[in-house]
């Protein structure tokens, strides 16, 4: 089972990968509707500082937001507040230091940002790793199930009176988790989510981003149950020319570089969904959707499965010790 363990995920990822190329061959990326202005509003986005997370902050913060880049290097994080500082005057943008990777950083960065007393409109829970090799958090957890999921798994929950305080009947508050087309290959093994049996980086970031979706339609039917004024969905960016692509297998870095040149989204364009969730008017009080290219899609069958979604919700609350 060891090399099947490793192969048959590799293989499910790459023929979704085909499949996302096809579409983009063929589809040209949405265009963004005029979004309203975000004057007195606050924006969260994690992994802000680059790529998507980047081009979604200086979005926010040109409608007038207030956004805070949550990232692990402060360098790079500082860099970013100067560059979009430098093109707008509209809103206020400040970074501040965040590693998903450790449960404490998160515990930190809410206790930080919660001094600050200001509200919380939109929470982007961007950053991510992408088929890394195997590597453990601070916590002992898989690397890619840790960063990309458990960690904004929790910042969510400490996070969410305040998302709740922030949010109005007719303006809810919006939480916005990135997923990926790579969920629909993904297998979700509850025995053994830190992949410890065989580990796969493939199979491994397939299956944080399946959780990411699930989580999604668990929290809103929360939300939904308690009429509770905040919003959630996960976005599908589609295959984005990034720097996350260095970890593909030889092969497929060789194609890449001249596909990714022809038929990949720019970082503009993969950010422009998770603007359409985080601002949009015709969102608005609208959760529990997967939306990709502008529009709501369909998850994957497993992602539906509400027995699943639970236990997921229960052994994470237990993992990161809620």
């Given at each position: 089972?060891?090399?099947?363990?490793?192969?048959?995920?590799?293989?499910?990822?790459?023929?979704v990968g085909v499949r996302v190329l096809l579409y983009q061959l063929f589809n040209r990326s949405f265009t963004l509707p005029a979004l309203p202005s975000q004057h007195g509003r606050v924006a969260i986005v994690t992994g802000g500082a680059r790529?998507?997370?980047?081009?979604?902050?200086?979005?926010?913060?040109?409608?007038?937001?207030?956004?805070i880049i949550a990232g692990n290097?402060?360098?790079?994080?500082?860099?970013?507040?100067t560059k979009i500082r430098n093109e707008?005057?509209?809103?206020?943008?400040?970074?501040?230091?965040?590693?998903?990777?450790?449960?404490?950083?998160?515990?930190?960065?809410?206790?930080r940002f919660k001094a600050t007393g200001l509200p919380l409109h939109v929470l982007v829970n961007n950053a991510g790793v992408m088929m890394v090799p195997e590597?453990?958090?601070?916590?002992?957890?898989?690397?890619?199930?840790?960063?990309?999921?458990?960690?904004?798994?929790?910042?969510?929950?400490?996070?969410?009176?305040?998302?709740?305080?922030?949010?109005r009947q007719g303006n809810h508050s919006r939480i916005v988790n990135m997923s990926s087309a790579t969920h629909y290959g993904a297998r979700l093994n509850l025995g053994d989510l830190q992949s410890r049996s065989c580990y796969?980086?493939?199979?491994a970031y397939s299956q944080s981003k399946l959780a990411l979706v699930m989580f999604t339609y668990y929290l809103h039917e929360q939300l939904?149950?308690?009429?509770?004024?905040?919003?959630?969905?996960?976005?599908?960016?589609?295959m984005v020319d990034t720097a996350l692509y260095q970890n593909l297998c030889s092969p497929a870095q060789l194609l890449q570089r001249p596909v990714a040149r022809l038929i990949f989204r720019t970082p503009a364009e993969g950010a422009s969904?998770?603007?359409?969730?985080?601002?949009?008017?015709?969102?608005?009080?609208?959760?529990?959707?997967?939306?990709?290219?502008?529009?709501?899609?369909?998850?994957?069958?497993?992602?539906?499965?509400?027995?699943?979604?639970?236990?997921?919700w229960k052994q994470s609350c237990s993992l990161v010790g809620l």
């Open positions: 089972m060891g090399f099947l363990g490793v192969l048959l995920p590799m293989i499910r990822l790459y023929l790529g998507m997370g980047f081009e979604v902050a200086r979005s926010l913060t040109g409608l007038g937001m207030r956004v290097v402060e360098e790079e994080g500082l860099e970013a507040v707008t005057k509209e809103g206020k943008v400040e970074f501040l230091f965040l590693d998903l990777a450790s449960l404490h950083s998160v515990r930190q960065f809410a206790q590597r453990k958090t601070e916590d002992g957890f898989e690397l890619q199930l840790g960063l990309n999921f458990l960690g904004h798994f929790l910042l969510t929950h400490l996070l969410l009176d305040t998302l709740k305080r922030s949010g796969s980086s493939h199979g939904a149950a308690g009429d509770v004024p905040v919003s959630t969905n996960a976005v599908d960016p589609g969904t998770a603007l359409l969730a985080a601002v949009a008017t015709e969102l608005e009080g609208v959760g529990g959707c997967y939306l990709y290219n502008g529009q709501r899609a369909a998850s994957s069958e497993t992602s539906y499965d509400q027995d699943l979604q639970t236990q997921l």
